[in-house]
């Protein structure tokens, strides 16, 4: 059964991060809140961990996972990063935006776009994963808790609990975060694409990209 941590939505406490930090580091996978929605996140270096997202979400090889990262200077060890995306970023984030990226190659080939080589990143401005990462002290995988036979993500720490309290093994209950995912943008082609339109607003994409 999956550990509640009951977080405060503007200070979370130290000491329920760092718990939520050791069930990570241990392996563990964990539903947490963001500046769009909730996500799950588990360790990069762990495959198995990955493949329970695969199938709580049902998702191919082909699906976009997302690497958050807590800086612009963690971004780069993991995507190829030209001026004009480093500027594009730069006024971005942190923010409700995912951007696609070719992937370096100090990037695991399990984390990248199995045809396009590609990776998300995104560098979210909520409380609660900024200081997860801070306690990581490295990026932490995602995605979006939007379950397969669902419209839209779940969105409060009760939901998650009575839908996937044996599949997972901690619940950061940070508040209701709604339901509206990222903005996502390919950064991987020139001009960039927008892929969905989620919450973060297009017209700093849009002034950027002409």
């Given at each position: 059964?999956?550990?509640?941590?009951?977080?405060?939505?503007?200070?979370?406490?130290?000491?329920?991060?760092?718990?939520?930090?050791?069930?990570?580091?241990?392996?563990?996978?964990?539903?947490?809140?963001?500046?769009?929605?909730?996500?799950?996140?588990?360790?990069?270096?762990?495959?198995?961990?990955?493949e329970?997202?695969?199938?709580?979400?049902?998702?191919?090889?082909?699906?976009?996972?997302?690497?958050?990262?807590?800086?612009?200077?963690?971004?780069?060890?993991?995507?190829?990063?030209?001026?004009?995306?480093?500027?594009?970023?730069?006024?971005?984030?942190?923010?409700p935006?995912?951007?696609?990226?070719?992937?370096?190659?100090?990037?695991?080939?399990?984390?990248?776009?199995?045809?396009?080589?590609?990776?998300?990143?995104?560098?979210?401005d909520?409380?609660?994963?900024?200081?997860?990462?801070?306690?990581?002290?490295?990026?932490?995988?995602?995605?979006?808790?939007?379950?397969?036979?669902?419209?839209?993500?779940?969105?409060?720490g009760?939901?998650?609990q009575?839908?996937?309290?044996?599949?997972?093994?901690?619940?950061?209950?940070?508040?209701?975060?709604?339901i509206?995912?990222?903005?996502?943008?390919?950064?991987?082609?020139?001009?960039?694409?927008?892929?969905?339109?989620?919450?973060g607003?297009?017209?700093?994409?849009?002034?950027?990209?002409?």
């Amino acid at each position: 059964m999956a550990e509640y941590l009951a977080l405060h939505p503007v200070d979370p406490q130290p000491r329920l991060i760092r718990r939520a930090a050791e069930v990570v580091r241990g392996g563990g996978l964990i539903a947490y809140p963001t500046d769009s929605c909730y996500a799950l996140g588990w360790h990069l270096g762990d495959k198995h961990a990955q493949e329970r997202v695969r199938r709580i979400r049902q998702a191919d090889r082909h699906h976009h996972f997302t690497l958050v990262c807590a800086s612009l200077a963690e971004v780069g060890r993991f995507a190829r990063l030209e001026t004009w995306q480093f500027r594009m970023l730069r006024a971005c984030l942190p923010g409700p935006y995912t951007f696609l990226l070719r992937a370096t190659r100090e990037t695991p080939r399990r984390l990248q776009h199995e045809r396009r080589r590609t990776i998300g990143v995104r560098i979210p401005d909520h409380p609660v994963p900024r200081l997860l990462l801070a306690e990581l002290g490295e990026p932490l995988m995602s995605s979006t808790l939007l379950l397969a036979e669902d419209e839209r993500p779940l969105t409060s720490g009760s939901e998650i609990q009575a839908r996937l309290e044996h599949a997972i093994d901690a619940i950061l209950d940070g508040g209701d975060c709604g339901i509206e995912p990222t903005t996502v943008i390919d950064l991987s082609v020139t001009p960039p694409v927008i892929v969905r339109k989620g919450r973060g607003a297009l017209g700093p994409i849009i002034g950027r990209a002409l």
